[in-house]
């Protein structure tokens, strides 16, 4: 579905990333992880021609850089890291998502995807608030629902949990999982918390100043690389067939 090929940006003469190579399948979860100022966010923006890299960003088997804004809207949904506040409604930003496939005006199929959104990520008692009545946490869940309405075929999403307190991190991943698996999406997320990218992965790449340093199934977060990419020594011990990353 997505394929990228000797990816590399720079901003002015600072390189920030290079020689990115790797694939994304229909119904698979690939996250990304690395520190701060690896190229995480950068990635996503070239992925979604935000950016423009160097090297080819290919969906299905069309390049990124030769497809019109209003068609790369209809295949791609982009979860940024923080979402924009003004004073539309949670039910009216939502409804954006529908923009790339309204023609001449909103159609009763519309509402109906902006409302089947609403009930999956339990909005319901928000619909009608302001994003500026909402507290950070909420506002991710309308972003994400946003992308989600959009109906795409790739999903990009930067530090998704951001803001989320335990429980809905828990809900809204798995929802995402679900949506990505029944739907068959391909799912590109960054994220900073190993434990939850090692509960829901299907493949993760390891990104350290810019470069692959590995990649690979849940597997990689191991000690070893994990020291390599972050400069910490950690424990991993195995529970439920998944790495659990022990900080000490």
Same mark, same amino acid.
């Given at each position: 579905m997505l394929r990228i090929e000797d990816l590399s940006f720079a901003y002015n003469s600072r390189v920030v990333l290079k020689g990115i190579d790797f694939d994304v399948t229909s119904g698979e979860m690939l996250f990304i992880i690395g520190p701060n100022g690896s190229g995480k966010s950068t990635l996503l923006k070239c992925l979604n021609g935000i950016l423009k890299p160097r090297g080819s960003v290919y969906i299905g088997m069309r390049e990124l850089n030769k497809l019109p804004r209003g068609e790369i809207?209809?295949?791609?949904g982009y979860v940024p890291q923080r979402g924009e506040i003004n004073h539309l409604t949670v039910f009216?930003?939502?409804l954006l998502g529908r923009k790339p496939h309204i023609k001449w005006s909103v159609s009763e199929n519309d509402t109906e995807?902006?409302?089947?959104?609403?009930?999956?990520?339990?909005?319901?008692?928000?619909?009608?608030?302001?994003?500026t009545e909402l507290s950070g946490g909420e506002l991710q869940k309308v972003i994400i629902a946003r992308a989600l309405a959009q109906e795409p075929k790739i999903l990009l999403l930067d530090e998704p949990t951001n803001n989320l307190d335990l429980k809905n991190q828990i809900e809204v991943m798995r929802i995402l999982r679900k949506v990505v698996r029944e739907r068959g999406i391909s799912a590109v997320i960054?994220?900073?918390?190993?434990?939850?990218?090692?509960?829901?992965?299907?493949?993760?790449?390891?990104?350290?100043?810019?470069?692959?340093?590995?990649?690979?199934?849940?597997?990689?977060l191991n000690s070893e690389n994990i020291e390599k990419v972050y400069g910490i020594? %950690?424990? %991993? %011990?195995?529970?439920?067939?998944?790495?659990?990353?022990v900080f000490s």
């Open positions: 809207a209809k295949w791609i009216d930003t939502i995807v902006v409302k089947r959104i609403i009930k999956l990520l339990d909005l319901e008692d928000l619909s009608f608030r302001r994003l960054t994220m900073h918390d190993l434990n939850i990218a090692s509960l829901y992965a299907d493949r993760i790449i390891m990104l350290k100043d810019g470069e692959i340093v590995s990649v690979g199934g849940v597997e990689v020594k %950690v424990s %991993v %011990v195995e529970h439920d067939g998944k790495p659990l990353i």
